[in-house]
């Protein structure tokens, strides 16, 4: 495929692509692969996944599945060892019985080793509400409302005298029957029926079941110590935690609740390692350094946009440590900066910084509160290990009083405490080897070790390391974004085929790639877009019905003018002087370029004013600083006032002194960074040079 150039432009639902014959500079091929996109839309337009109800049904089979099996396993066993007959029908007799009276007498009298098995069968069958504090946190409403049921339950038993669950559900009524869910025609059935219901409805915990096996046991041992022996107490239950399971055995054999190690993603840098979680708090660490060191201050006043100083670092580093968040007027309190100071995370949707989370949920009053800061710090990394690895209440209360040496209502505290979910991109050992090169005030990402943590820790960019040479594309890899993945499947579709049509990639080919931005979004990311875009869409609709009303023709450029001139709040920014409807839309009123657009190569809403006609040609082909600094200062402070009351992104722009194009190809590569570095990390094993959009923008600069 000697001096071919092949041209991809990637979107969320179809691919673009061209064979160009560079020596004859015409396109050989050409076509576009429409495909449905990754995701499934509910009615209101939200992503759903494609498998989410295969899943779900998939993970009731696998629940029914396992309860059955555990069942049949428990009756097989009591039959083995003679707690249960072997015959059919006696089986059935035995099985009929009401447990309810025998669970009562059990605690007292001497059972046959058939009721005794009836026990333990239905024991088996209703075991009760395992707690999963993870699930709790989710589901908090609903938690509180069903744990404050279980707990008036607990009283109830303890007014009524009864000493078990079973001996206070056979006090309710010596007749019920629990065979009979349903009403029928004679008043003893229909008692019976309600009563059933009122049981089946009653929210129970397992440690209720629990404590009346326990009770039962040694109740009924002293009769037949040779049948009820230690090792089947293990096999019906056993206590203690081992690997996936909570406990083990027939009865309250529990498997633990939490998503399976093969899921957690592969770390970018350590592929042999998983993710680290959100919620580690050398995560934490990271997270908050990486996003100070990031930092941009802009003083409109001063007319200069600069990083922070060591002292500012420092105080915002200790300042955010100590919190969950800070609102970026705290920060500017704290750094004692002017109010006209802006940072350059501060938008219209962002009002704060994240600080050190789990420090702060376990510092609060409603964790641990003031001693978590005279904690060593292992036995701190060692709390939070406990409350991120541990889904079982009772067994992470116990590990934190005897391994962590916590009181009971410190490590009730802790437990109630919600920690951030999810993962980071980095496993620890990589975020371990990085945090001291961000301590130092380095970006993560930069050019090489003199700026850049990734390359001071020994680590390569993405797009500097090597891969195997193929003819053809392999499988795509397994990416948690389902537009991504999708996409990457399509693109080997057509690279693999455009291989068998035109001979594979040599040194000299190029593979050119345009990316739609949606396609790198998260999935709460490209909510966000959505609900931006409705709004956008909303505003629009809106300025064309005023700009009917007054007169006008409702087109796209006279939408643009009229949502700049709501902006500006109706006035010149370069003046200040009132800009009428009519002036507007009558011919004196232009549209400007804050920064020049051949310079700046920006033609976006954000690069644009409306102003005075004669106050454009005034500009000129020239930054609002370069404009007035020197030749009329007191007008340049002036428009630094009147600009201050515009969005960030758009102030800077009357500050900046230079147009440096490096940075404007830096923002247009950070719109498509992710999937840009996936394809071409994808497509480098052919072999050809990969061109993406930086390198086309840097080529034609």
């Not at 006090?171 to 229909?190: G, L, V």
């Not at 009820?228 to 529990?254: E, M, S």
């Not at 999708?486 to 035109?502: C, L, T």
């Not at 050809?688 to 080529?699: K, L, N, S, V």
């Amino acid at each position: 495929m000697a001096g071919f150039a092949l041209g991809l432009d990637i979107g969320s639902s179809s691919i673009g692509w061209a064979v160009l014959n560079k020596g004859e500079q015409r396109i050989v091929a050409a076509g576009v692969r429409v495909y449905p996109e990754g995701v499934d839309r509910d009615q209101q337009g939200g992503e759903k996944s494609k498998s989410a109800q295969r899943r779900t049904a998939r993970g009731m089979r696998r629940q029914i599945a396992r309860r059955t099996h555990r069942k049949r396993e428990l009756r097989q066993l009591l039959i083995q060892i003679g707690l249960l007959p072997d015959a059919t029908d006696a089986l059935n007799e035995v099985l009929a019985l009401n447990p309810y009276p025998l669970r009562a007498r059990a605690l007292d009298e001497k059972l046959s080793p058939s009721e005794i098995g009836r026990i333990l069968v239905h024991l088996g069958h209703r075991r009760g509400f395992l707690s999963n504090r993870k699930a709790d946190r989710a589901r908090a409403k609903e938690a509180k409302g069903m744990l404050a049921e279980i707990s008036a339950l607990a009283s109830t038993i303890e007014g009524a005298g009864c000493r078990t669950l079973g001996e206070y559900l056979n006090s309710i009524d010596h007749a019920f029957d629990h065979r009979h869910r349903n009403p029928e025609p004679t008043e003893m059935a229909r008692r019976r029926g309600r009563l059933a219901d009122t049981v089946r409805r009653l929210h129970t915990r397992r440690d209720m079941y629990i404590e009346e096996f326990e009770e039962i046991w040694k109740a009924q041992r002293r009769h037949y110590p040779e049948l009820l022996t230690d090792d089947l107490r293990i096999r019906l239950y056993n206590p203690i935690a081992d690997g996936d399971w909570v406990c083990k055995g027939f009865i309250f054999g529990q498997r633990k609740m939490y998503w399976p190690k093969s899921v957690v993603g592969r770390c970018e840098l350590e592929p042999r390692l998983k993710r680290c979680p959100k919620a580690d708090r050398a995560a934490q660490r990271f997270r908050l350094l990486q996003e100070v060191n990031n930092i941009r201050i802009t003083d409109a006043l001063a007319r200069v946009e600069r990083s922070l100083t060591d002292d500012e670092r420092s105080t915002l580093i200790n300042y955010l440590s100590k919190a969950k968040e800070r609102s970026f007027d705290q920060i500017r309190k704290k750094l004692n900066l002017a109010d006209h100071v802006s940072f350059n995370y501060e938008r219209a949707e962002r009002k704060k910084l994240k600080g050190h989370e789990t420090d702060a949920g376990l510092g609060a009053k409603t964790g641990i509160g003031k001693d978590w800061e005279s904690l060593s710090e292992p036995r701190k990394d060692a709390i939070v290990d406990i409350l991120i690895n541990e889904d079982h209440e009772e067994v992470a209360l116990q590990r934190l009083m005897t391994e962590c040496d916590l009181s009971n209502e410190e490590a009730q505290c802790a437990l109630g405490v919600n920690l951030p979910d999810g993962y980071m991109s980095y496993s620890r050992q990589a975020i371990e080897k990085l945090l001291p090169h961000l301590e130092r005030g380095l970006h993560l990402m930069a050019e090489d070790a003199r700026n850049s943590a990734l390359h001071a820790a020994g680590y390569l960019r993405p797009d500097e390391r090597e891969v195997g040479q193929r003819q053809f594309l392999p499988p795509a890899p397994d990416l948690p974004n389902p537009l991504v993945r999708q996409a990457i499947v399509e693109v080997r579709k057509i690279v693999n085929g455009v291989i068998r049509e035109f001979g594979k990639f040599g040194r000299d080919d190029a593979i050119h790639v345009e990316l739609a931005r949606e396609a790198k979004k998260s999935l709460d990311e490209r909510k966000q877009i959505r609900f931006d875009n409705a709004s956008r869409e909303g505003q629009r609709e809106d300025a064309a019905n005023e700009i009917q009303r007054m007169g006008f023709k409702a087109s796209r450029a006279s939408i643009n003018r009229y949502l700049l001139w709501r902006e500006q709040e109706e006035y010149c920014v370069y003046c200040g002087k009132k800009i009428s409807q009519a002036q507007l839309f009558g011919g004196d009123v232009d549209i400007d370029h804050i920064l020049p657009r051949w310079r700046s190569l920006d033609n976006s809403m954000a690069n644009k004013a409306v102003c005075h006609r004669s106050c454009n040609d005034d500009k000129g082909d020239r930054t609002p600083r370069e404009w007035l600094e020197d030749a009329d200062p007191v007008r340049y402070e002036r428009v630094l006032r009147l600009a201050d009351g515009l969005p960030y992104n758009k102030r800077r722009k009357f500050i900046q002194k230079d147009i440096v194009l490096e940075d404007f190809v830096e923002r247009q590569l950070k719109d498509t960074q992710y999937i840009t570095r996936l394809v071409t990390q994808y497509l480098k094993c052919l072999g050809a040079r990969i061109i993406t959009p930086r390198g086309q923008m840097t080529a034609e600069l």
